[in-house]
């Protein structure tokens, strides 16, 4: 599968690649099915958010988020600290689905030292209309959340029903 993604889906890295599935072998998670990495190497302007079908190798590309004290454009800085509005790097496992502020959600949960805290400011993926096309045609870029990983609500109901229940992401930087 991994040679089979560098030569169809070059746009995803190979070292978070190597990375998640390395992760999704060492560990016990429930959703073995898909894989997601979100590259913070590429502008919030593309489809940075790669959704690996594990049994077909179908890649799904989507708009996605960081947080806005992480940058404009580009995300730069990153931190797992409360109130730094900042994305927090490493591997994550869905949790729960909820209905939050935003409406429907999905719990992440940190399993890295970059991004322990994760629950406790937050961090979820959510739908967000600054993560949309329409959005990124009037303004150049999508919009920023406060650290999540925030995607279209056209596309958010997909992406939980797939990636929920236990599934390995890696929001990744090079």
């Given at each position: ?5 560098a030569?169809?889906?070059p ?13 999704l ?5 429930r ?26 190798g ?10 806005k ?6 995300a730069?800085?990153f ?14 496992v ?13 719990q992440?949960e ?30 150049g ?8 990983p ?23 930087r090079?």
């Amino acid at each position: 599968l991994e040679r089979q993604l560098a030569h169809t889906n070059p746009e995803i890295p190979r070292a978070a690649l190597q990375k998640a599935l390395n992760y999704l072998d060492t560990h016990d998670v429930r959703n073995r099915r898909f894989l997601t990495i979100i590259d913070m190497d590429r502008p919030n302007s593309e489809r940075r958010m790669h959704i690996i079908d594990l049994r077909t190798g179908k890649v799904e590309n989507y708009l996605a988020a960081h947080g806005k004290g992480s940058g404009a454009l580009y995300a730069k800085n990153f931190s797992d600290r409360t109130n730094s509005h900042q994305t927090s790097l490493g591997i994550y496992v869905t949790g729960d689905e909820y209905q939050g502020g935003k409406g429907r959600a999905l719990q992440l949960e940190g399993m890295e030292a970059t991004n322990r805290s994760a629950a406790g400011r937050a961090i979820v993926l959510h739908g967000a209309s600054y993560g949309s096309d329409s959005f990124l045609r009037a303004n150049g870029r999508i919009g920023a959340s406060w650290g999540c990983p925030a995607v279209d609500f056209k596309y958010r109901a997909l992406i939980i029903d797939e990636i929920g229940n236990g599934s390995v992401m890696l929001i990744y930087r090079d």
